[in-house]
Protein backbone atom coordinates (compact mmCIF):
# COMPACT_ATOMS: atom_id res chain seq x y z
CA UNK A 1 0.00 0.00 0.00
CA UNK A 2 1.30 3.25 -1.19
CA UNK A 3 0.10 6.87 -0.79
CA UNK A 4 1.20 9.58 -3.60
CA UNK A 5 0.96 13.39 -2.16
CA UNK A 6 1.40 15.76 -4.50
CA UNK A 7 0.16 19.78 -5.07
CA UNK A 8 2.81 21.46 -3.03
CA UNK A 9 4.69 24.39 -4.39
CA UNK A 10 5.87 27.87 -4.27
CA UNK A 11 2.84 30.85 -2.93
CA UNK A 12 2.73 34.17 -1.81
CA UNK A 13 1.37 35.14 1.32
CA UNK A 14 -2.78 35.20 1.14
CA UNK A 15 -2.86 32.51 -1.96
CA UNK A 16 -4.02 29.06 -1.95
CA UNK A 17 -2.86 25.62 -3.12
CA UNK A 18 -4.29 22.57 -2.72
CA UNK A 19 -2.90 18.96 -2.04
CA UNK A 20 -3.98 15.90 -3.10
CA UNK A 21 -2.96 12.34 -1.66
CA UNK A 22 -4.01 9.41 -3.66
CA UNK A 23 -3.58 5.70 -1.84
CA UNK A 24 -3.03 2.52 -4.31
CA UNK A 25 -2.16 -1.42 -3.49
CA UNK A 26 -4.26 -4.00 -1.35
CA UNK A 27 -6.79 -2.07 0.68
CA UNK A 28 -10.16 -3.78 2.04
CA UNK A 29 -11.34 -0.38 4.65
CA UNK A 30 -9.90 2.71 4.63
CA UNK A 31 -10.50 4.03 8.75
CA UNK A 32 -8.96 7.41 8.25
CA UNK A 33 -6.99 9.95 6.48
CA UNK A 34 -4.69 12.51 8.22
CA UNK A 35 -2.64 15.59 7.06
CA UNK A 36 0.80 16.50 8.65
CA UNK A 37 2.92 19.10 8.80
CA UNK A 38 6.69 19.48 10.06
CA UNK A 39 8.53 22.54 9.32
CA UNK A 40 11.96 23.00 10.26
CA UNK A 41 12.95 22.52 13.48
CA UNK A 42 9.80 22.11 14.82
CA UNK A 43 8.04 18.69 15.39
CA UNK A 44 5.30 16.90 12.88
CA UNK A 45 1.99 18.10 13.76
CA UNK A 46 -1.52 17.22 12.92
CA UNK A 47 -3.33 19.56 10.74
CA UNK A 48 -6.33 17.65 9.94
CA UNK A 49 -7.84 14.34 9.67
CA UNK A 50 -11.08 13.07 7.91
CA UNK A 51 -12.35 9.71 9.50
CA UNK A 52 -16.14 8.62 7.65
CA UNK A 53 -17.68 12.08 7.74
CA UNK A 54 -16.35 13.67 10.83
CA UNK A 55 -13.80 15.69 10.35
CA UNK A 56 -11.01 17.43 12.77
CA UNK A 57 -8.39 20.54 12.44
CA UNK A 58 -6.02 21.80 14.32
CA UNK A 59 -6.87 24.81 16.35
CA UNK A 60 -4.55 26.75 15.01
CA UNK A 61 -5.80 26.91 11.55
CA UNK A 62 -8.03 29.78 12.27
CA UNK A 63 -10.52 28.26 9.48
CA UNK A 64 -8.41 28.62 6.70
CA UNK A 65 -7.85 25.25 5.35
CA UNK A 66 -10.50 21.79 4.34
CA UNK A 67 -9.39 18.45 4.18
CA UNK A 68 -12.06 16.45 2.02
CA UNK A 69 -11.31 12.95 0.20
CA UNK A 70 -13.02 11.04 -2.87
CA UNK A 71 -13.94 7.71 -1.59
CA UNK A 72 -14.41 6.16 -5.34
CA UNK A 73 -10.34 7.55 -6.11
CA UNK A 74 -9.44 6.57 -2.42
CA UNK A 75 -7.74 10.03 -2.68
CA UNK A 76 -8.02 12.73 0.19
CA UNK A 77 -7.30 16.41 -0.21
CA UNK A 78 -6.36 19.64 1.69
CA UNK A 79 -7.47 22.82 0.31
CA UNK A 80 -5.26 25.80 2.03
CA UNK A 81 -6.33 29.27 1.84
CA UNK A 82 -5.08 32.51 2.93
CA UNK A 83 -1.60 30.86 3.70
CA UNK A 84 0.78 32.65 5.51
CA UNK A 85 4.53 32.05 6.10
CA UNK A 86 4.02 30.04 9.06
CA UNK A 87 2.40 27.41 7.36
CA UNK A 88 5.71 26.90 5.09
CA UNK A 89 6.48 22.85 6.29
CA UNK A 90 6.63 19.98 4.48
CA UNK A 91 3.29 18.17 4.12
CA UNK A 92 2.75 14.71 5.01
CA UNK A 93 -0.74 12.22 4.81
CA UNK A 94 -1.74 9.62 6.45
CA UNK A 95 -3.86 7.00 6.67
CA UNK A 96 -4.78 4.28 8.90
CA UNK A 97 -6.65 1.15 7.11
CA UNK A 98 -7.37 -2.56 7.02
CA UNK A 99 -8.12 -2.05 11.02
CA UNK A 100 -4.79 -1.37 12.65
CA UNK A 101 -2.13 -0.80 9.70
CA UNK A 102 -1.07 2.92 8.69
CA UNK A 103 0.82 4.31 5.94
CA UNK A 104 2.59 7.51 5.30
CA UNK A 105 3.38 9.75 2.18
CA UNK A 106 6.33 10.70 0.80
CA UNK A 107 5.70 14.45 1.78
CA UNK A 108 5.48 17.83 -0.31
CA UNK A 109 6.77 20.54 0.51
CA UNK A 110 4.34 24.23 0.85
CA UNK A 111 6.74 26.99 1.00
CA UNK A 112 4.59 30.64 1.42
CA UNK A 113 6.39 33.95 1.09
CA UNK A 114 5.68 37.13 2.09
Known amino acids: VQLQASGGGLVLAGGSLRLSCAAS????????FGWYRQAPGKQRELVAS??????NYSDSLKGRFTISRDNAKNTVYLQMNNLEPEDTAVYYCNMRFNGWDSVWGQGTLVTVSS
Open 50 to 55: ISGGTT
Open 25 to 32: GRIKTINA
